[in-house]
């Protein structure tokens, strides 16, 4: 058996780098070891599918769909903005809260229900009836975590409490639309 010049590398149970395997796949080298281990000819089957599927990647020709980076810079300027403000109720005085802050109780108290994740939530005043709102919540679930009407019901008890709890209105509407599920516990940012 030949003896690795390099020092750091990914050995394989014949002793081999992957990194010579793949200078011998580079220079079409081979030698009676490579040709005969088994383990050196799985290496050299998975670099040549790396190596395929890399190609494939570089040319694919796919554009980003033309004002993709306007719509993204949309986005995320509207979730910085403070939102309209929605009147308390008067028993707690002359005071208003922004629809954002609302907006962030309200995907906490989402997801504080294990396997649940708040994607987006939209309020809107109930103008007929001061103190009540409209809520529109975009949901993201786990894989694997039940059934999904007890999840998205326990979801609307947690909105509707923290609601009333936490900021003082009451909810006439809680929307709810699942719009993704994730395999395994992940989280991804809100931007």
């Known amino acids: 058996m030949a003896v690795n010049s390099r020092i750091d590398g990914h050995p394989l149970p014949c002793g081999r780098l992957v990194e010579d395997v793949f200078d011998d796949v580079e220079t079409g080298r081979t030698d009676a070891h490579s040709a005969e281990c088994e383990h050196c000819a799985t290496a050299r089957r998975s670099l040549h599918q790396l ?84 809520i529109r919540m975009s949901l993201s679930l786990r894989y694997g975590s039940g059934p999904v009407e007890p999840l998205v019901a326990e979801v609307r008890r947690r909105v509707s409490t923290a609601l009333s709890g936490q900021v003082g209105l009451t909810a006439h509407t809680v929307d709810l639309e699942l719009v993704d599920i994730w395999p395994y516990e992940r989280r991804w940012s809100r931007t």
């Open 51 to 134: 190596t395929e599927a890399t190609r494939l990647l570089v040319e694919d020709p796919a554009e980003p769909p033309p004002g993709l980076l306007d719509r993204v810079m949309a986005a995320v300027r509207a979730e910085l903005r403070r939102g309209a403000a929605l009147p308390l109720p008067a028993q707690l005085g002359p005071a208003e809260v922004s629809e954002q802050a609302v907006a962030v109780v309200l995907r906490y108290a989402a997801d504080s229900v294990a396997g649940v994740w708040a994607r987006s939530c939209r309020i809107a005043a109930e103008p007929a009836r001061p103190g009540t709102v409209r």
